[in-house]
T-cell receptor
Framework: DADVTQTPRNRITKTGKRIMLECSQT?????MYWYRQDPGLGLRLIYY???????NKGEISDGYSVSRQAQAKFSLSLESAIPNQTALYFC????????????FGPGTRLLVL | AQTVTQSQPEMSVQEAETVTLSCTYD???????LFWYKQPPSRQMILVIR??????QNATENRFSVNFQKAAKSFSLKISDSQLGDTAMYFC???????????FGAGTILRVKS
């Protein structure tokens, strides 16, 4: 199922570098989300967007920024990467109603050296 | 703030047997949704089952079923006739529909042995 795609799938970068993770969806969903997964912590919400003009901080937004370029595109940026941002990053989408299932992309594994 | 607790970091089960994964949550809301997601070694997050809190009937999807105990704030996942392909990390998640945000537990690694 390639309805939600993420690029790149894997990335190695160095401390202090700027990096952008991209998410695109063909599901026609209004809502998009960025999560990070760390061992023993599950997934935690970084940012979410209910439409192009609506951006909200999640639980762990410090050190991250986002851009909703279109209904189908939602990018996550690390302005100055640090090693503790090493994690698995997921984009997800859902329809514009509360309680609906979120559909996840394949994830981006990021290593910050 | 809502929290989700999965008390079993790892579990194992023999092929064809039944296993139950535990999940408890804390909320003061009366209307909410609960989910189980599966993450196989491919790392893709796959929805297993979804439960609406106002529905008393437990959700079922083929070999997967839940035991939803609203008063106890418990939401366990039962996998019947376990298959090797069920080997994965399983995440329990809570959603307040007003916010639309998912809150995840730490996950349970399930290994199905032949």
């Amino acid at each position: 199922d390639a309805d939600v795609t993420q690029t790149p799938r894997n990335r190695i970068t160095k401390t202090g570098k700027r990096i952008m993770l991209e998410c695109s969806q063909t599901k026609g969903h209004d809502r998009m989300y960025w999560y990070r997964q760390d061992p023993g912590l599950g997934l935690r919400l970084i940012y979410y967007s209910f439409d192009v003009k609506d951006i909200n901080k999640g639980e762990i937004s410090d050190g991250y920024s986002v851009s909703r370029q279109a209904q189908a595109k939602f990018s996550l940026s690390l302005e100055s990467a640090i090693p503790n941002q090493t994690a698995l990053y997921f984009c997800a989408t859902s329809v514009g109603q509360g309680g609906e299932t979120q559909y996840f992309g394949p994830g981006t594994r990021l290593l910050v050296l | 703030a809502q929290t989700v607790t999965q008390s079993q970091p790892e579990m194992s089960v023999q092929e064809a047997e039944t296993v139950t994964l535990s999940c408890t949550y804390d909320t003061s809301e009366s209307n909410y949704y609960l989910f189980w997601y599966k993450q196989p070694p491919s790392r893709q997050m796959i929805l297993v089952i979804r439960q609406e809190a106002y529905k008393q009937q437990n959700a079922t999807e083929n070999r997967f079923s839940v035991n939803f105990q609203k008063a106890a704030k418990s939401f366990s996942l039962k996998i019947s006739d376990s298959q090797l392909g069920d080997t994965a990390m399983y995440f329990c998640a809570f959603m307040n529909p007003a916010s639309g945000k998912l809150v995840f537990g730490a996950g349970t690694i399930l290994r199905v042995k032949s």
